[in-house]
């Protein structure tokens, strides 16, 4: 007999461990770990979802025919690894070996790879993970190739393996590879943004929602309202709702942001993708149908399609490349700690604060409030990168490592000395007030920069590029910000300088 064990975010039923079992004569294993939940302060609704997803994923094969062992959270074992709960298993369910699709961290993997064979009484055989379009040896043999690993170049290889939005077989659709361009306005309000889809909560997510009440209410975030799929039909009803509600206005307003919404035209796709009940093609595909149907425009489903094919590959075949040295680059030797209020919520700074509303509420935030807000801002401010690293990772539904850690140590903080991203994505006050209609409530003025009630992104942008002129100024994509910082008034950049020197020494008071 051979046991599958199967993680929390490996909930689809066409998983490379299914395809290796014979449900007559193997049995799966899922469990709720609390080791893994508390690693970091996962949002309780982070932990509510996969714990959900993975009972309704067990109760889905068990009706198939499968025999399942599942075990549920033991809050009298708070601390119990996946180790411990496979060797208990194996006690009492002797088994040939056990089998495994390659998981979504790091650290968890190499502990499977090098520690389990060693401890356990049985074989264990790792899978290649096959909801993903790009295998890490494709990955691999991409990137040794290129001295420079850009997504762009990697993005058109996939558009013409998948044929998603191909005239030809190397020509794109519309003529051009990337409409980015296109998909940058902000939000004047219109058209109207449409509600999100709503899902009736069954038992199984009554008692996971019990459950991580009284078990995990130390942890960041609020538990209600509580609004996610939690099975993979209700994931579909999403993906549905999306392509005929929000997918035509996605491309043009996908860089907008706005008092009080949270979700604007964004899909809320990614925790289903991440935890395998939808995968990449199947999303994908959709949008291509509604393209091709005349119901969503060339800019959109462009720029959706890009995001998983393209950057959710990319910075899986990233991580896995380059792990473990990765997550303690540190290219700009930042050494300030995380500000309080990245897990308080409160601070002046109105888009901050609206931003970690969302986030803290729904346990979502979209990808340029996360980049340009609160990522901005660590950034400018010289945060440690591990210690925000660590934040993203524990207050997103849809934060794993692989994922996380790319896009936040990389993409966010150019910690990664621009290996990922050929410049740091800084940006003053006035990029968030073009974007939003935060600073029109704001405390703090976006149209100056030294003055008392200046808005603190904008000395701190200036004195980013002053403290990293050395690494920054021969990079080509940034000369003109130079030459504006030159062109300035001497005692206007002084001021701005010591103003922002100034803010560095409280920033937890902000």
Not at 291 to 310: K, S, T, W
């Amino acid at each position: 007999m051979k046991i599958g064990l199967i993680l929390g975010d490996q909930l689809s039923p066409g998983l490379a461990t299914l395809a290796q079992l014979d449900r007559q004569r193997d049995c799966l294993l899922l469990a709720e770990v609390g080791a893994e939940a508390r690693y970091v302060a996962h949002h309780q609704q982070k932990i509510a979802f996969i714990f959900s997803a993975m009972r309704h994923f067990a109760a889905e094969r068990r009706d198939e025919g499968w025999n399942v062992i599942y075990q549920h959270y033991d809050p009298a074992t708070p601390e119990r690894t996946l180790l411990d709960v496979v060797q208990d298993t194996l006690k009492h369910n002797p088994a040939d070996s056990l089998v495994i699709t390659h998981c979504g961290e790091y650290r968890l993997q190499h502990d499977i790879d090098q520690l389990w064979p060693r401890v356990l009484p049985c074989a264990v055989r790792v899978l290649d993970d096959n909801r993903f379009l790009a295998s890490l040896e494709e990955f691999k043999h991409w990137a040794g190739q290129r001295k420079q690993l850009r997504m762009e170049y990697f993005y058109r290889e996939m558009r013409k393996r998948t044929g998603l939005l191909m005239r030809s077989a190397t020509q794109p659709e519309g003529g051009q590879w990337n409409f980015d361009q296109r998909n940058r306005q902000p939000y004047r309000g219109e058209p109207p943004i449409p509600p999100l889809p709503a899902f009736t909560r069954d038992d199984i997510d009554k008692s996971v929602l019990e459950c991580v009440a009284s078990h995990f209410s130390d942890h960041p975030g609020k538990l209600q309202p509580f609004n996610w799929a939690t099975t993979g039909q209700q994931a579909r009803a999403a993906l549905d709702h999306f392509i005929e509600f929000r997918l035509p206005w996605y491309g043009d307003f996908q860089d907008a942001m706005l008092m009080h919404e949270h979700a604007l035209f964004h899909s809320l796709l990614s925790p289903y993708l991440n935890a395998g009940l939808l995968e990449p093609l199947q999303v994908c595909e959709a949008a291509q149908t509604a393209y091709q149907e005349g119901r969503a425009p060339l800019n959109a489903v462009e720029g959706f399609i890009r995001q998983i094919i393209g950057w959710r590959e990319y910075v899986r075949g990233i991580y896995w490349l380059n792990m473990p040295d990765y997550a303690h680059l540190n290219s700009q030797h930042n050494q300030r700690p995380l500000p309080h209020y990245y897990w308080s919520g409160e601070t002046r700074m109105q888009c901050m604060a609206q931003c970690f509303k969302n986030t803290f509420e729904h346990g979502y935030a979209h990808h340029i409030q996360r980049l340009m807000i609160t990522g901005n801002f660590a950034l400018l401010a010289g945060i440690v990168p591990r210690e925000i690293c660590q934040w993203y990772l524990a207050v997103y539904v849809d934060a794993y490592d692989w994922v996380e850690l790319p896009n936040t140590l990389g993409m966010v903080m150019h910690a990664d000395g621009g290996y990922l991203g050929s410049k740091p994505y800084a940006a003053s006050g006035n990029y968030i007030h073009k974007m939003s209609d935060y600073c029109q409530h704001c405390d703090y003025n976006v149209k100056t920069a030294s003055e008392a009630d200046s808005c603190p992104f904008n000395s701190l942008y200036w004195h980013f590029m002053q403290r990293h002129r050395t690494a920054f100024e021969g990079n080509p994509r940034m000369n003109m910000i130079y030459r504006t910082f030159d062109k300035m008034d001497a005692e206007k950049r002084a001021r701005s300088l010591q103003h922002a020197e100034q803010l560095l020494q409280r920033l937890d008071e902000l």
